[in-house]
């Protein structure tokens, strides 16, 4: 970490500026926001400071720079035009040991400024260390847009009821679970709406409702869709970073994973092909175990928990066991790896219709109708068939496939590291085996592949 961000509480004290241009305007208008008693020094200033300066918001002192305007003062800005000036006044603050600003010239500055997103009490500063300001305000205005405009007055309330809070439950852990239902519910919602006694009432209310109930805990079964962090929902992440405990499998990327709430718990309950440390009916039990301890779980699977992920059976253990739950889907290998190779899924001219196999061998043997499968105007996409492609080609081919149909294997499709191999069912097989792929990989096949070399656009 290169600056360290801590909030300065300048109120009543003695802020410098010197130089009064617009420079120097935006720096002493957050100075005195935040309260501060400014001191403007420069032989001229404009009309904006002048009025400032009428109105007694500031001092302003009509002369140049002198050693010893920065003495007792808390911060220093230098925004003047003159280089040797901005330096002369670091210098000084510097050997004063006074925090020092000295706009757009880093190597003078012992603080910056960041990009704010005000909603005060709340305050978010965002700093790149003067390395790319354009991107830390880019940030803030996305910023700016995600967080709504009464999240002030949210914090606001909450201020106002936290030793109530904090008498009244006992648990830590149901505190933090009651104020963030606060915050993500009704009383929120009323508070954005500016119906700030309703908001009042309900907290009121649910207070009372909080003492008399002992919480069961929840289970999240969560889909992280292919690996790319931007491919989440934001539902997703909305739990995600409300987890207690965090069961989570070997599809999850680290990407994803680095989203997960900072101080949950994570279980690794992955399942490699053929080795199964964590059983299925182990994964179900400890869900519902961990729920009934009163933890929010988070299940965070691989694409999507229903497709061929085994979330039907997870969830209708819960179900039996009475533990609360729910599903929020997330984006199948199939879309994923699809979309990113630039290979449409069914198109008017190709097929009509797309069918999701999975193409793990059982017994060495892979056991599926393929009478339906050589149908003409589909696509198959097979998951788990890397181990099975081989078989899975030469079968559609002895089964009536043409040998020519186009066929795609897409590599950890989705992420940075993605590849994508296209031929037919005849040559597929070598140039993937010459290629040396590895797991995850997803098959794709049916003429829409031949669209890949066309609508191709992602560079990995
Ligand atoms: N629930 C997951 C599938 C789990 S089965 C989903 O909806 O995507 C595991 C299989 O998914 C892998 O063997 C592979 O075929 C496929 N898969 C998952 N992520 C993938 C990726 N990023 N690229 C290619 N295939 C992927």
New binding site residues.
């Given amino acids: 970490m290169d600056l360290l961000p801590l909030f300065h509480n300048l109120r009543g004290r003695r802020c410098v500026v010197v130089g009064g241009g617009d420079v120097a305007l935006r720096k002493l208008r957050q100075l005195i926001d935040a309260g501060a008693a400014v001191d403007v020094i420069a032989p001229d200033i404009n009309a904006a400071i002048r009025e400032m300066a009428e109105k007694h918001t500031l001092r302003y002192q009509q002369r140049p720079f002198a050693v010893d305007d920065i003495t007792g003062a808390a911060l220093v800005v230098a925004a003047t035009n003159d280089h040797s000036v901005n330096e002369q006044v670091s210098q000084l603050a510097q050997a004063a040991n006074i925090p020092v600003n000295v706009v757009d010239s880093p190597e003078l500055c012992t603080v910056v400024f960041p990009s704010i997103v005000d909603r005060s009490p709340v305050q978010i500063a965002i700093s790149s260390g003067g390395n790319a300001p354009v991107l830390a305000r880019m940030l803030r205005t996305r910023l700016e847009g995600l967080i709504p405009a009464g999240y002030g007055k949210l914090a606001a309330l909450a201020g106002k009821y936290r030793n109530k809070v904090k008498t009244r439950i006992d648990s830590s852990l149901a505190r933090k679970a009651f104020w963030e239902e606060v915050f993500e519910g009704d009383i929120a919602e009323f508070v954005y709406s500016e119906r700030l006694k309703e908001a009042e009432q309900r907290l009121e209310q649910k207070l009372k409702e909080q003492q008399d109930t002992n919480k069961v805990g929840e289970v999240y079964l969560v889909?992280g869709g292919?690996?790319d962090p931007d491919l989440l929902t934001f539902r997703a992440l909305r739990l995600m970073q409300k987890a207690d405990i965090v069961l989570y499998d070997r599809?999850v990327s680290k990407e994803v994973m680095a989203l997960v709430r900072r101080d949950a718990e994570l279980v690794y309950v992955g399942k490699t092909a053929g080795d199964h440390p964590v059983t299925q009916e182990n994964i179900n039990e400890k869900l519902a175990e961990y729920a009934l301890q009163g933890k929010r779980v988070l299940r965070l699977?691989?694409?999507?928990?229903f497709?061929?992920?085994r979330g039907g059976e997870e969830i209708a253990h819960l179900a039996e066991r009475g533990v609360p739950f729910q599903v929020v889907p997330?984006i199948?290998?199939a879309s994923?790896?699809a979309s990113y190779a630039g290979i449409p899924l069914t198109h008017r001219d190709y097929a009509q219709s797309v069918r999701f196999i999975t193409g793990h061998l059982k017994d060495h043997s892979l056991d599926l109708n393929w009478q339906d499968l050589v149908a003409p105007n589909q696509t198959l996409v097979f998951?788990?068939?890397l181990s099975g492609l081989e078989s899975i080609c030469k079968e559609l081919i002895a089964r009536g496939k043409s040998a020519t149909t186009p066929a795609a294997l897409?590599?950890?499709?989705?992420?940075a590291r993605q590849r994508v191999f296209i031929g037919d069912l005849t040559t597929l097989p070598d140039i993937v085996r010459k290629a040396e792929a590895k797991?995850?990989?997803?098959i794709i096949v049916g003429d829409v592949v031949k669209l890949h070399d066309q609508l191709a656009w992602f560079k990995g």
């Fill in positions: 889909g292919p690996g599809l699977k691989g694409g999507d928990p497709i061929f992920g997330g199948t290998a994923g790896c998951y788990m068939g897409v590599e950890k499709g989705a992420t797991a995850p990989t997803l």
